[in-house]
């Protein structure tokens, strides 16, 4: 189960479907695609996702987290964050609307998301079902996403999946 993560300026509030139509609004600028491709979602297509993503993976071994990102000064949602957890990994990502970027949030809720990790891998999972690894895929050229990953301490492989750059934390 997806539960609510606190930073100091951030609440990562687990999505709901209800997100859509503000999360439509800050996810609509096109440059946001510029390094994970697509366009904009209309609050419509972004609430079918969210059903989707609500619902979970259908695979019972993979689950899926996933946070809005809420500014509490503004009080407004400002972008995402996510997790999709097997047995040994975490594959994490995220981004923040062009509006409140270049405010280190997507650092603060990177790092608050890897936290996570490593406080639940502390405290006292075996080594049989610890998390292994928490990875990022990030563009070779996005390099906000690289500081991002470098801050949450990921650091950069020399691997690549479609054409990004695999960042690990772990062994």
């Not at 946001?32 to 071994?61: C, K, M, N, Q, W």
Request: glycine fraction near 6%.
């Amino acid at each position: 189960m997806t539960e609510p993560l606190r930073t100091p300026r951030l609440d990562l509030v687990p999505l709901r479907v209800e997100h859509a139509e503000e999360m439509a609004a800050v996810l609509a600028d096109p440059a946001l695609h510029t390094f994970i491709g697509g366009s904009p979602a209309t609050p419509d297509a972004l609430r079918a996702r969210y059903e989707r993503l609500v619902a979970g993976s259908p695979d019972p071994d993979v689950a899926w987290h996933n946070w809005v990102l809420r500014l509490r000064a503004e009080n407004c949602l400002v972008g995402t964050v996510q997790a999709t957890v097997t047995a040994r990994s975490a594959e994490i990502a995220w981004v923040v609307g062009t509006a409140w970027q270049g405010r280190g949030l997507a650092t603060e809720a990177a790092r608050a998301l890897v936290d996570r990790f490593r406080e639940q891998t502390a405290a006292g999972l075996s080594d049989q079902t610890a998390l292994k690894s928490v990875i990022a895929h990030i563009h070779p050229d996005h390099t906000a996403s690289a500081a991002v990953a470098r801050a949450a301490g990921l650091t950069p492989t020399d691997e690549y999946q479609d054409g990004e750059i695999r960042w690990l934390l772990g062994p």
